[in-house]
C-alpha cells in the first residue's frame, strides 16, 4: 500500500512475480476492496470511497460519470450506500438510472445494466443492490455493532420459496411484521403456510387489528402456523402474554 503521510493513495490487489504484473496497482487499488475494508480499516475504506467518489464527479458537483463502465458503476453504487450521505446518495442513483435497465420478471427484480444478455449478471446485481439497501454506515454496523439478540427472537420458517418470499418479517419487541409475495400475478392469488419459531415462551398469539383480514393463526405446541394470501399485504402478531 502507497501512503501520502496518512491517506492511503494506491495499492496493489496482487502482484505476479513470474509475469512482473501488477493487478490493481494505484488508486484503483483502493477502491477495489473498499467495501470489505469498511467494518475493519476504516481509514482506508474512506479514502477507497473519496477516490472513486472524485474520479467520477460526485465531490465537484459536476455530471457524475462512469456508468457507461459497469464494473466501475458497480463499485460507485456499491461503496454510496455505505459512505454517502443521503443527498449525495440520491444524486448518483439518480444519475444511474438511465444505465440501469431496471427489469421486473416473473417475480424477479433485476438490472440489465445494458449488457443485453439473456440471464442479468449476478455478481453486478447483488453488489449495486447492497449499495441500494445500506444507509451510511450500515454494513460496517452489521459486524461492529451486530444484532446478536435476532438469534432468539421470534423467526420465520418453512417458506415455499421461491414460488412465495418474505417481502418484510420484521421483530420490534412486541410485534412481529410480515409480508408475503407471490412470485407471480397467479401465486400472488394463492395462499400459502409458514412457520414462526423462537416464541421466548410468549403465548395466546393473535393478529393485530389492521392487518390483512384473510390472514389465519394456528398455535401449536412452542410454534405459530399462518396462513394468509400472497398478496404483499402487512400483518402484524402480538402475543397476549409476553415472556415468562
Keep these: 500500500m502507497t501512503w501520502d503521510a496518512d491517506q492511503a493513495v494506491g ?7 513470474v509475469a512482473d504484473a501488477h493487478v490493481g496497482h494505484g488508486p484503483l487499488g483502493v477502491v477495489a476492496p473498499a467495501w470489505y475494508f469498511a ?6 475504506a474512506q479514502a477507497g470511497w473519496n ?18 463502465d ?21 444524486r448518483i442513483w ?3 438510472e438511465q444505465h440501469l435497465e431496471p427489469t421486473w420478471n416473473n417475480g424477479e427484480f433485476t438490472l440489465g445494466l445494458g449488457l443485453n444478455e439473456v440471464h ?23 459486524f461492529n455493532t451486530p444484532n446478536l439478540k435476532k438469534f432468539s427472537e421470534p423467526t420465520v420458517e418453512g417458506v415455499d420459496f ?20 407471490g412470485l407471480n400475478a397467479a401465486a ?20 393485530v387489528p389492521g392487518s390483512d383480514n384473510n390472514a389465519q393463526l394456528v398455535e401449536d405446541d412452542g410454534w405459530l402456523d399462518i396462513t394468509l394470501q400472497a398478496n404483499n399485504q402487512p400483518i402484524a402478531l402480538r402475543p397476549r402474554r409476553p415472556t415468562q
Design 120 to 142: 442479468p449478471r449476478g455478481q453486478y446485481n447483488a453488489r449495486m443492490m447492497a449499495g441500494w439497501v445500506c444507509n451510511q454506515g450500515d454494513w460496517s454496523s452489521i
Design 11 to 17: 495499492l496493489d490487489l496482487y502482484f505476479d512475480p
Design 188 to 207: 400472488r392469488k394463492e395462499r400459502t403456510t409458514f412457520q414462526v419459531r423462537s416464541l421466548q415462551g410468549m403465548t395466546d398469539w393473535l393478529i
Design 70 to 90: 459497469v464494473g466501475r458503476a458497480t463499485m460507485l453504487l456499491q461503496l454510496a450506500g455505505e459512505f454517502a450521505d443521503p443527498e449525495t446518495k440520491s
Design 51 to 68: 477516490i472513486a467518489a472524485a474520479v467520477n464527479g460526485v465531490t465537484s458537483g459536476a455530471e457524475i460519470t462512469g456508468f457507461q
Design 94 to 96: 439518480t444519475a444511474a
Design 39 to 44: 467494518p475493519q480499516k476504516r481509514g482506508v
Design 162 to 181: 421461491p414460488r412465495f418470499a418474505m417481502s418484510e418479517a420484521h421483530w420490534d419487541g412486541t410485534q412481529l411484521h410480515l409480508r408475503v409475495q
